[in-house]
């Protein structure tokens, strides 16, 4: 039986996005009718989630909302890296940044993996982020990563020196199909270093690493007291949770390589063929045109938003308005920009839920038509916006379905437009709104402004539209 449009009339629609390995915009057909698999590489528990983080993070969230809007049912696998894996981050000048937070926080690692994790998933429900089916924490998950590092050895594509385990890029022809970073090009891009003496080919990767003196977090190994590599803990948590097909995996531009190159040669040289079907990745949020980064010290997470008066869903409403392969600069003056435009939908909403025959008149079948077109072409927010805009200031059309449709809408925006549907005006509001239009009709400012202030003394605020004023409670 063919999947059932959960509120859209188009069985044959179906969304594209760019595929990174391809290069190519391409319809996402899931291998099995009407269920996708889709891996997220999730956050690394150290520290708070930067809105940045939040960008990637809410690109999966609309890949999964589009596909459930298109009668696709999406089992979702976002992993919790609370092994914390090498970077250059100035930060921690190579040391583990879980080991690092914890020695400044003083707790034990597994107390700060908690605390952020935590923290992260309270931030991806305010977020409106659907929760995933499972969220595999890579400390649970080092016995599979010991057995992937195990056949890689066996079937050659793997070495160990002195308890550690790497990686022999040059065992794998494929390496560089992802990110273009082939041998080749790599081997020109590091002439100037110099060579690791213990790995046979300068691109090697760690699979495992052993523990150095004084590390807490280790486990015993074939190789000795070691800890995994960050990219064995993201197939070993792929390939446990959601087999050796998946449909789609997301990830910010930064994973390309090497995580998701590295991560694409040791899965497939264990099992022998392609694994993800479709890469989907998503440019970062900078700010002052440079990438948001905890190293930067340019980031800023939902508590710094909400200490300056923000709500995460006028976050989601700016990530939005760019498409999710466009860098997008964050300004605070946008997120003052998306504040007024949240309050304006909501209470365009909650005035147009007042029609009578709301609830029981379809929609406007041709901007719905054209805010899906806009959303399965490559998730083309901005374009989807611009239609709801377009009806929103459509007067032609009635307030009652002007509702059912971007009540639809907002199934894949997730921004709660409907949250002020129902409030009920204090007792004699009703009249001073009244009267004020009156008085505004009659070019009367000075009377309205007055009434504005005697409304907001009453909890209600005012907003103009071209269509006549609409209300709110303020919260
Ligand atoms: P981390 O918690 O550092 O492992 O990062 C979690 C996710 O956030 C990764 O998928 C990164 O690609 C992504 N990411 C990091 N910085 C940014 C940024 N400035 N904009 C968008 N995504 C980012
Ligand atoms: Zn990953």
Redesign the pocket.
Known sequence: MLPQPAHRGMLDAVLELTNTLTRAKEPVRPRTLGRLSMYT?GPTVYRYAHVGNLRTFLLADLVRRALKAGGVEVRQVQ?ITDVGHMTNEAFDRGEDRMLVSARLEDKAPAEIADYYTKAYLADAAAMNLEPAAAYPRASEYVPQMQELVAKLLERGNAYEVDGNVYFAVESFPDYGRLSGNTLDRLRAGHRQEAPDPRKRHHADFALWKAAGPGRIVKWPSPWGDGYPGWHIE?SAMSLATLGEHIDVHT?GED?VFP?HED?IAQSEAVVGHQVVTTWVHGRHLLTDERKMAKSAGNFYSLGELAERGHRPLAARLLFLQARYRSPLNFTWDALAGTERTLDRLRSRMAAWARDPMTGRAPGCAGYEQRFWAAVDDDLDTPKALAVLAELEGDESLPPSARYTSVAAFDRFLGLDLAAEVGQVLPAGAEELIAARERARAGRDFAAADRLRDQLAAMGVEVTDTRAGTSWRLRP
């Open positions: 590489c992993n993201c990830g994973n995580h991560e």
